[in-house]
């Protein structure tokens, strides 16, 4: 049932760009690629370069005029990668040759221990220095634990003392440490050494010229009408190589330009020479916490500012978007190494926040971590913090109108399919991602090794048949969630400024924010990740945090060591403004550049007890009537329907309640896969609270709607359409008689051959992909079988045998009754026919489908039910040529469980 509340993203609102690679291809590949995109809802892509052997020359621009002719004939728009080959930054090596004064520059330290005292001592600097290298500072400190804590007090800066290659300075008695400082082009990412460097505002106005100026000399008349933007991707600090390199306790060589000194040297420190040793050591006076909040302050604002800031800029000057993302996994978004600092700030230049789940979420994973090529993989940020925390960088910031952007599916392998793609969407979209960037449209030759699974593949992936079955539903959860109000309970503080002056290991290590927000979802409650630039902008108004469009019961502030004086002068006034403030894991113990830090007064809790407690001061808008952690629910308002988008995300276990909401009046569920309203079994909320609503649901203006998820499956709750007509959704319940159907012609055929079929020996259900079956088998596996429909069935449905143990049954169907076929267990997309007549498609369990009432008429003229159940794998049975697929479970081929026929 189509409606006007749900529909597929237009041209000016395209809800996917996926990459789509040039490798300077064919013209028939390349429009093949194009026009099976657009088969599939999908409107815009990303040009990306992977790489291309004439970027930014003839065969590059050549291939751009061809794609936009193309995007002219099929009404389809284009954004640019910004670079040759990801990540971005090095204006496909032209920088360096062009401009090496642009390129990255690090700061780095060396030292020379001694024990004074020692009256004539020297050290040799100079032969600490390599080619390239600058000598920015040497300073001195007596050592207070025979090994890397240092005597803040006695920290001095002897850069006087360097003459002719040495530094000459009378050791006084102790152990000291001699710290030679130095700038330095050699980072420790040497893939990234030739890049521009992000601190540097010319530097990174060099990258424009040589990338984006050239562009737009080409194609400005196009510039937002077919073009629509640029696309950044993964640019970074690139200073080391890593996910999790905490500033203080990673030795590495830390991001520099010129301005920094200038920068650091304004804070209440005053003259910050001396204390660039305990960038890298400890103190005994905790000083370094100063020291490091401090610099990581300052690059991350020029990472902001000088990168992404002006590319956006650009950007939007020239009528155009900035879109894409940074790293971000395993907290890389608050540190240095592949991270740009502060993931907010980074956000600020862009028009979309953006993110990327590439191999980063697996189906079921929902806590702990696992490994892949890339990383050891921490779930409780990936699955909880991620997405949350792009989602909340758009409903911040105006400018982004609420689009958070996923870049998605990539380097899982020929693995991944339709399947895992349904829940990681899923996954997004309960945590706010409206766009998808799909990772990626190859026009390559196959099998393309490259970060598969590609989704068309030049014809040989099996399931791209199935495509639109995915991309539809995708589309219709991105319209829900495509510029609208997000409506949460809680705010949850973002925790890098606190991560940045970890007093190690004297004190614990700041709180992450997913923790909090895992522990809030686990009990349906949404909210918003909240960076402190941004509270430090908000208000409260009756005892609601107000900032953007939300409106905040509460504010959760992660266990943080250290807090600017600025910061807790504002909480203080949030609090004396009646909001409702709340430290888990502890106060904070450390105010940077003043010292102790008394918050007397702040309440505090353990994260895992924020649910009940706010439950207790009725400050939850959604309640489940009973525990139930796989149950995820987030709140939008548009075109004045609320809609609440209710996700199971256990694939194994089916969840069942009452969801008690605050919106009233007519409640529908709608089925984004299938694109149906159904009645809801709705009760209003009483003052007695005898109706449903769960014993912590409070009393009147709430709403109590019975839900029934499967694994694997999604359904909003709706209210606000009066006009939609529907029938309650039809349930398995009450059907007490089945018929298993055991004898099967089975026939394969794969992508190369399809639909022309091979039959096979087989004649029952099993798992192909064993070794005695078809384990190298990628393509359909096609299920025929003949059920007799013995007796006189006409309209009144099909008649049994009358012993109940053949045809279908031992009593009439009754004719307005449903007959449903469940096939318990497949792999993976499942498409039915009965009679001839379609019975549907199913891309994850559960694969129930009912009988067409076309195909029952069918069989009361020829006496049999003729079933055709086609079930298609992934490539990874035939193609496993990456580096990626061993790292996966795989499934299995077939039908591996029962078929099976329910009916009155």
Same mark, same amino acid.
């Given at each position: 049932?189509?409606?006007?509340?749900?529909?597929?993203?237009?041209?000016?609102?395209?809800?996917?760009?996926?990459?789509?690679?040039?490798?300077?291809?064919?013209?028939?590949?390349?429009?093949?690629?194009?026009?099976?995109?657009?088969?599939?809802?999908?409107?815009?892509?990303?040009?990306?370069?992977?790489?291309?052997?004439?970027?930014?020359?003839?065969?590059?621009?050549? =291939?751009?005029?061809?794609?936009?002719?193309?995007?002219?004939?099929?009404?389809?728009?284009?954004?640019?990668?910004?670079?040759?080959?990801?990540?971005?930054?090095?204006?496909?090596?032209?920088?360096?040759?062009?401009?090496?004064?642009?390129?990255?520059?690090?700061?780095?330290?060396?030292?020379?221990?001694?024990?004074?005292?020692? %009256?004539?001592?020297?050290?040799?600097?100079?032969?600490?220095?390599?080619?390239?290298?600058?000598?920015?500072?040497?300073?001195?400190?007596?050592?207070?634990?025979?090994?890397?804590?240092?005597?803040?007090?006695?920290?001095?800066?002897?850069?006087?003392?360097?003459?002719?290659?040495?530094?000459?300075?009378?050791?006084?008695?102790?152990?000291?440490?001699?710290?030679?400082?130095?700038?330095? %082009?050699?980072?420790?990412?040497?893939?990234?050494?030739?890049?521009?460097?992000?601190?540097?505002?010319?530097?990174?106005?060099?990258?424009?010229?040589?990338?984006?100026?050239?562009?737009?000399?080409?194609?400005?008349?196009?510039?937002?009408?077919?073009?629509?933007?640029?696309?950044?991707?993964?640019?970074?600090?690139?200073?080391?190589?890593?996910?999790?390199?905490?500033?203080?306790?990673?030795?590495?060589?830390?991001?520099?330009?010129?301005?920094?000194?200038?920068?650091?040297?304004? #804070?209440?420190?005053?003259?910050?020479?001396?204390?660039?040793?305990?960038?890298?050591?400890?103190?005994?006076?905790?000083?370094?916490?100063?020291?490091?909040?401090?610099?990581?302050?300052?690059? #991350?604002?020029?990472?902001?500012?000088?990168?992404?800031?002006?590319?956006?800029?650009?950007?939007?000057?020239?009528?155009?978007?900035?879109? *894409?993302?940074?790293?971000?996994?395993?907290?890389?978004?608050?540190?240095?190494?592949?991270?740009?600092?502060?993931?907010?700030?980074?956000?600020?230049?862009?028009?979309? @926040?953006?993110?990327?789940?590439?191999?980063?979420?697996?189906?079921?994973?929902?806590?702990?971590?696992?490994?892949?090529?890339?990383?050891?993989?921490?779930?409780?940020?990936?699955?909880?913090?991620?997405?949350?925390? +792009?989602? @909340?960088?758009?409903?911040?910031?105006?400018?982004?109108?609420?689009?958070?952007?996923?870049?998605?599916?990539?380097?899982?392998?020929? #693995?991944?399919?339709?399947?895992?793609?349904?829940?990681?969407?899923?996954?997004?979209?309960?945590?706010?991602?409206?766009?998808?960037?799909?990772?990626?449209?190859?026009?390559? #030759?196959?099998?393309?090794?490259?970060?598969?699974?590609?989704?068309?593949?030049?014809?040989?992936?099996?399931?791209?048949?199935?495509?639109?079955?995915? @991309?539809?539903?995708?589309?219709?959860?991105?319209?829900?969630?495509?510029?609208?109000?997000?409506?949460?309970?809680?705010?949850?503080?973002?925790?890098?400024?606190?991560?940045?002056?970890?007093?190690?290991?004297?004190?614990?290590?700041?709180?992450?924010?997913?923790?909090?927000?895992?522990?809030?979802?686990?009990?349906?409650?949404?909210?918003?990740?909240? +960076?402190?630039? =941004?509270?430090?902008?908000?208000?409260?108004?009756?005892?609601?945090?107000?900032? *953007?469009?939300?409106?905040?019961?509460?504010?959760?502030?992660?266990?943080?060591?250290?807090?600017?004086? /600025?910061?807790?002068?504002?909480?203080?006034?949030?609090?004396?403004?009646?909001?409702?403030?709340?430290?888990?894991?502890?106060?904070? !113990?450390?105010?940077?550049?003043?010292?102790?830090?008394?918050?007397?007064?702040? /309440?505090?809790?353990?994260?895992?007890?924020?649910?009940?407690?706010?439950?207790?001061?009725?400050?939850?808008?959604?309640?489940?009537?009973?525990?139930?952690?796989?149950?995820?629910?987030?709140?939008?308002?548009?075109?004045?329907?609320?809609?609440?988008?209710?996700?199971?995300?256990?694939?194994?276990?089916?969840?069942?309640?009452?969801?008690?909401?605050?919106?009233?009046?007519?409640?529908?569920?709608?089925?984004?896969?299938?694109?149906?309203?159904?009645?809801?079994?709705?009760?209003?909320?009483?003052?007695?609270?005898?109706?449903?609503?769960?014993?912590?649901?409070?009393?009147?203006?709430?709403?109590?709607?019975?839900? !029934?998820?499967?694994?694997?499956?999604?359904?909003?709750?709706?209210?606000?359409?009066?006009?939609?007509?529907?029938?309650?959704?039809?349930?398995?319940?009450?059907?007490?008689?089945?018929? !298993?159907?055991?004898?099967?012609?089975?026939?394969?055929?794969?992508?190369?051959?399809?639909? +022309?079929?091979?039959?096979?020996?087989?004649?029952?259900?099993?798992?192909?992909?064993?070794?005695?079956?078809?384990?190298?088998?990628?393509?359909?596996?096609?299920?025929?079988? @003949?059920?007799?429909?013995?007796?006189?069935?006409?309209?009144?449905?099909?008649?049994?045998?009358?012993?109940?143990?053949?045809?279908?049954?031992?009593?009439?169907?009754?004719?307005?009754?449903?007959?449903?076929?469940?096939?318990? /267990?497949?792999?993976?997309?499942?498409?039915?026919?009965?009679?001839?007549?379609?019975?549907? &498609?199913?891309?994850?369990?559960?694969?129930?489908?009912?009988?067409?009432?076309?195909?029952?008429?069918?069989?009361?003229?020829?006496?049999?039910?003729?079933?055709?159940?086609?079930?298609?794998?992934? &490539?990874?049975?035939?193609?496993?040529?990456?580096?990626?697929?061993?790292?996966?479970?795989?499934?299995?081929?077939?039908?591996?469980?029962?078929?099976?026929?329910?009916?009155?």
């Amino acid at each position: 049932m189509q409606t006007k509340q749900f529909h597929p993203g237009t041209q000016d609102k395209p809800y996917f760009i996926p990459l789509f690679w040039q490798k300077q291809n064919s013209r028939e590949a390349i429009e093949t690629e194009m026009r099976k995109m657009k088969a599939v809802g999908i409107n815009a892509f990303v040009a990306e370069p992977r790489p291309h052997p004439e970027y930014l020359e003839k065969g590059w621009w050549d =291939d751009i005029d061809f794609m936009l002719e193309l995007c002219r004939e099929l009404d389809m728009y284009m954004y640019f990668f910004d670079d040759g080959l990801y990540p971005s930054g090095t204006a496909n090596g032209r920088l360096a040759q062009l401009y090496p004064e642009a390129t990255k520059r690090f700061i780095n330290e060396r030292h020379i221990d001694a024990a004074g005292p020692l %009256p004539h001592a020297h050290f040799l600097v100079d032969d600490w220095m390599m080619p390239g290298e600058k000598l920015l500072a040497v300073v001195a400190c007596r050592r207070v634990d025979h090994d890397n804590t240092m005597a803040s007090d006695t920290l001095v800066d002897i850069t006087d003392h360097y003459r002719h290659g040495r530094v000459y300075w009378p050791v006084p008695e102790g152990e000291y440490r001699i710290f030679i400082i130095k700038e330095t %082009p050699y980072g420790e990412e040497e893939h990234t050494r030739n890049y521009c460097n992000p601190l540097k505002r010319d530097a990174v106005r060099r990258y424009i010229d040589i990338v984006h100026e050239a562009h737009y000399a080409r194609y400005k008349d196009e510039f937002g009408r077919r073009i629509k933007g640029f696309f950044t991707d993964e640019p970074r600090f690139g200073n080391t190589i890593g996910y999790e390199r905490i500033i203080g306790l990673s030795p590495m060589p830390l991001p520099y330009s010129d301005e920094l000194p200038g920068l650091l040297g304004k #804070s209440p420190l005053g003259d910050f020479t001396k204390y660039l040793p305990l960038l890298w050591f400890p103190d005994d006076k905790g000083v370094c916490r100063d020291v490091r909040y401090l610099y990581m302050d300052v690059v #991350s604002r020029l990472f902001a500012e000088n990168f992404t800031g002006q590319l956006g800029d650009w950007c939007r000057d020239h009528n155009v978007e900035l879109i *894409g993302h940074v790293v971000e996994e395993n907290g890389a978004h608050a540190r240095l190494g592949y991270g740009a600092g502060h993931y907010f700030r980074a956000m600020k230049g862009l028009d979309m @926040s953006g993110i990327d789940v590439v191999c980063n979420m697996l189906p079921g994973h929902t806590e702990g971590r696992y490994s892949t090529m890339f990383n050891y993989f921490d779930v409780d940020f990936n699955l909880w913090g991620l997405p949350k925390m +792009a989602a @909340s960088a758009a409903h911040v910031d105006p400018k982004k109108k609420n689009r958070a952007l996923c870049e998605a599916f990539g380097a899982y392998g020929w #693995s991944e399919g339709l399947k895992a793609m349904k829940w990681i969407t899923d996954a997004m979209a309960v945590r706010g991602i409206g766009i998808l960037t799909p990772h990626a449209f190859s026009p390559d #030759s196959f099998p393309d090794a490259d970060c598969p699974p590609h989704f068309y593949a030049r014809g040989e992936n099996p399931q791209f048949r199935y495509f639109d079955k995915w @991309s539809h539903y995708a589309l219709r959860l991105s319209d829900a969630i495509y510029e609208a109000d997000h409506i949460a309970d809680a705010a949850v503080l973002y925790h890098a400024e606190g991560e940045w002056g970890t007093y190690f290991p004297w004190s614990r290590l700041a709180e992450p924010f997913e923790k909090a927000v895992r522990a809030l979802a686990e009990n349906q409650i949404d909210c918003d990740v909240v +960076a402190i630039d =941004d509270l430090l902008e908000a208000k409260v108004e009756k005892g609601l945090l107000k900032l *953007g469009r939300e409106a905040f019961k509460i504010l959760i502030i992660p266990y943080t060591p250290s807090v600017t004086r /600025e910061f807790l002068t504002k909480l203080q006034e949030f609090k004396a403004g009646g909001l409702n403030i709340v430290f888990t894991g502890g106060l904070p !113990e450390h105010i940077y550049f003043e010292g102790d830090c008394d918050c007397g007064g702040f /309440e505090c809790a353990a994260a895992a007890d924020i649910p009940a407690l706010m439950r207790e001061r009725g400050l939850c808008s959604v309640y489940f009537d009973k525990p139930a952690k796989d149950l995820i629910v987030t709140h939008y308002a548009k075109d004045g329907i609320d809609r609440y988008l209710i996700v199971n995300q256990n694939v194994n276990a089916r969840i069942s309640g009452a969801l008690s909401v605050r919106s009233t009046g007519r409640a529908l569920l709608y089925d984004a896969m299938e694109d149906r309203f159904y009645e809801a079994a709705q009760t209003a909320c009483g003052e007695a609270r005898e109706d449903g609503c769960g014993d912590a649901s409070p009393a009147g203006g709430y709403t109590s709607v019975k839900i !029934e998820l499967e694994p694997w499956e999604s359904v909003f709750l709706a209210f606000g359409d009066e006009a939609t007509a529907c029938e309650p959704k039809p349930t398995l319940c009450g059907l007490d008689r089945t018929l !298993e159907i055991a004898d099967w012609k089975i026939s394969v055929a794969n992508s190369r051959d399809f639909p +022309a079929f091979t039959e096979t020996p087989f004649r029952s259900l099993c798992d192909l992909s064993l070794p005695e079956y078809l384990p190298d088998f990628t393509g359909t596996v096609r299920y025929e079988a @003949s059920v007799p429909v013995p007796g006189g069935i006409g309209l009144r449905g099909i008649e049994a045998d009358g012993n109940g143990s053949g045809g279908i049954g031992a009593d009439c169907i009754d004719p307005k009754g449903p007959v449903f076929m469940e096939i318990t /267990e497949a792999f993976e997309a499942v498409d039915v026919a009965v009679n001839g007549i379609p019975a549907g &498609v199913k891309i994850t369990p559960p694969y129930v489908f009912e009988i067409p009432a076309e195909a029952l008429e069918a069989a009361a003229t020829s006496g049999m039910l003729e079933i055709r159940i086609d079930v298609t794998n992934t &490539v990874v049975k035939e193609s496993h040529n990456n580096v990626f697929d061993p790292f996966f479970a795989q499934d299995g081929t077939g039908i591996a469980g029962k078929v099976v026929l329910r009916f009155r």
